[in-house]
């Protein structure tokens, strides 16, 4: 059996072979000669929903209830208390590069991959090869919502209401519900769908998008929502890098927790670390860190970024088979709730100690669409696809 996986990943020299082959039979996405044109400076905002109702609610459930969370949604909590520094956050946007999906400090290169946003949520249920993507036909916001809450339709039809071009639910209602409700296993979805819509695929202050209940009601059959996370971090940065200014809609708290996974230097792995207990983002949010370091330093200290302050593998991330493409697709196509894009891992082997290879990107830029345009179901079905071979 072992012998059977091993056969299935590719070696460091196929990957190289593969990689010079393709790059010089397709190339780069982008034209010869091509410049960026980025404004010299994006003033994104990183407005946040509050979130201590979510904590004091998490904190007022028994052991019992909070093991009941973790067995069936991973270490979602601990985003609660990842605090978001925007002055880090607003230089980090500086550094973004568009073209290629990654942050680019000089010449270092780091982007999040989906290995690593993987063992940072570390949820059991998931099934890494099989990413969640927008059905065509899925039932509507009412009837997904009295699935997940266990409300009449009277209940679940007094509560949508209209937020700029979707429909959501108010916190407040769902606040509500979780404190009455008399079943603790609605409680703990009820309450996990809220982070989801209020922290990781946050949209509008306050409420939960439609969107976020048609991935939520699809956790159950084992899919993985981190291609979908990693889709809308980097369309938001894409669209406000480009135009100079917006609020950041994804998940803030995920990507700094993964930032500082990179500047956390250590000299060698801990034990803990091959724990089936051992949690990234509950070590990470326990460090202590400075928040008094203005946008201005932090944009110094990035600009001159150097290897040899990088810490190329995060701590906690254990060697596993590296996906650096998926099906007919020589990069790896991400499906967001909202929108797709599509980002080349080889650019940032070095995150796995392995060696650098320059990847073929022909075709990326091509991958990023909105489920607005025209022909997007056809995009989609290409990409699901592609998981489907992976």
Same mark, same amino acid.
């Given at each position: 059996?072992?012998?059977?996986?091993?056969?299935?990943?590719?070696?460091?020299?196929?990957?190289?072979?593969?990689?010079?082959?393709?790059?010089?039979?397709?190339?780069?996405?982008?034209?010869?000669? &091509?410049?960026?044109?980025?404004?010299?400076?994006?003033?994104?905002?990183?407005?946040?929903?509050?979130?201590?109702?979510?904590?004091?609610?998490?904190?007022?459930?028994?052991?019992?209830?909070?093991?009941?969370?973790?067995?069936?949604?991973?270490?979602?909590?601990?985003?609660?208390?990842?605090?978001?520094?925007?002055?880090?956050?607003?230089?980090?946007? #500086?550094?973004?590069?568009?073209?290629?999906?990654?942050?680019?400090?000089?010449?270092?290169?780091?982007?999040?991959?989906?290995?690593? &946003?993987?063992?940072?949520?570390?949820?059991?249920?998931?099934?890494?090869?099989?990413?969640?993507?927008?059905?065509?036909?899925?039932?509507?916001?009412?009837?997904?919502?009295?699935? =997940?809450?266990?409300?009449?339709?009277?209940?679940?039809?007094?509560?949508?209401? #209209?937020?700029?071009?979707?429909?959501?639910?108010?916190?407040?209602?769902?606040?509500? /519900?979780?404190?009455?409700?008399?079943?603790?296993?609605?409680?703990?979805?009820?309450?996990?769908?809220?982070?989801?819509?209020?922290?990781?695929?946050?949209?509008?202050?306050?409420?939960?998008?439609?969107?976020? %209940?048609?991935?939520?009601?699809?956790?159950?059959?084992?899919? %993985?929502?981190?291609?979908?996370?990693?889709?809308? %971090?980097?369309?938001?940065?894409?669209?406000?890098?480009?135009?100079?200014?917006?609020?950041?809609?994804?998940?803030?708290?995920?990507?700094?927790?993964?930032?500082?996974?990179?500047?956390?230097?250590?000299?060698?792995?801990? &034990?803990?670390?091959?724990?089936?207990?051992?949690?990234?983002?509950?070590?990470?949010?326990?460090?202590?860190?400075?928040?008094?370091?203005?946008?201005?330093?932090?944009?110094?200290?990035?600009?001159?970024?150097?290897?040899?302050?990088?810490?190329?593998?995060?701590?906690?991330?254990?060697?596993?088979?590296?996906?650096?493409?998926?099906?007919?697709?020589?990069?790896?196509?991400?499906?967001?709730?909202?929108?797709?894009?599509?980002?080349?891992?080889?650019?940032?082997?070095?995150?796995?100690?392995?060696?650098?290879? =320059?990847?073929?990107?022909?075709? /990326?830029?091509?991958?990023?669409?909105?489920?607005?345009?025209?022909?997007?179901?056809?995009?989609?079905?290409?990409?699901?696809?592609?998981?489907?071979?992976?």
């Amino acid at each position: 059996m072992e012998k059977g996986f091993l056969d299935k990943v590719e070696d460091n020299a196929t990957v190289q072979t593969w990689s010079k082959t393709t790059q010089q039979e397709k190339g780069d996405s982008l034209a010869k000669g &091509y410049v960026l044109e980025l404004w010299d400076f994006t003033h994104i905002s990183v407005t946040q929903n509050s979130l201590q109702e979510l904590k004091e609610i998490w904190n007022q459930w028994n052991d019992e209830v909070k093991q009941l969370f973790y067995s069936s949604y991973g270490d979602l909590p601990y985003l609660l208390d990842v605090k978001v520094d925007k002055h880090l956050f607003r230089a980090l946007a #500086q550094f973004w590069n568009p073209s290629y999906s990654c942050f680019t400090f000089g010449r270092v290169d780091l982007v999040p991959v989906v290995k690593e &946003y993987t063992a940072l949520l570390r949820c059991s249920k998931i099934q890494v090869d099989k990413a969640y993507s927008r059905a065509a036909n899925v039932p509507t916001l009412l009837k997904k919502l009295m699935n =997940i809450t266990g409300m009449s339709e009277q209940w679940v039809a007094a509560r949508i209401k #209209q937020k700029g071009d979707s429909k959501c639910i108010p916190w407040k209602n769902l606040k509500d /519900l979780i404190l009455a409700h008399p079943y603790t296993r609605k409680k703990v979805d009820i309450f996990a769908l809220s982070i989801y819509g209020l922290v990781v695929f946050f949209k509008a202050l306050g409420h939960v998008d439609k969107a976020v %209940t048609d991935l939520f009601d699809r956790l159950d059959k084992g899919v %993985t929502l981190v291609p979908a996370i990693l889709a809308e %971090t980097f369309r938001s940065l894409n669209e406000y890098r480009r135009t100079d200014e917006g609020r950041f809609i994804g998940c803030a708290q995920l990507l700094l927790a993964w930032f500082h996974s990179h500047s956390w230097k250590v000299d060698k792995v801990s &034990y803990r670390v091959f724990s089936e207990n051992y949690s990234p983002l509950k070590e990470i949010m326990a460090i202590p860190r400075q928040d008094d370091i203005l946008e201005e330093k932090w944009m110094a200290i990035l600009q001159n970024l150097q290897e040899e302050d990088t810490e190329w593998r995060a701590p906690w991330m254990l060697p596993d088979e590296i996906l650096y493409r998926c099906g007919d697709f020589d990069w790896v196509p991400l499906l967001g709730i909202w929108r797709a894009i599509g980002y080349a891992p080889l650019l940032v082997l070095r995150q796995y100690r392995s060696r650098q290879f =320059i990847p073929t990107t022909q075709g /990326l830029a091509q991958c990023e669409f909105s489920y607005k345009c025209n022909g997007y179901k056809k995009k989609i079905r290409e990409m699901t696809n592609a998981w489907g071979q992976t």
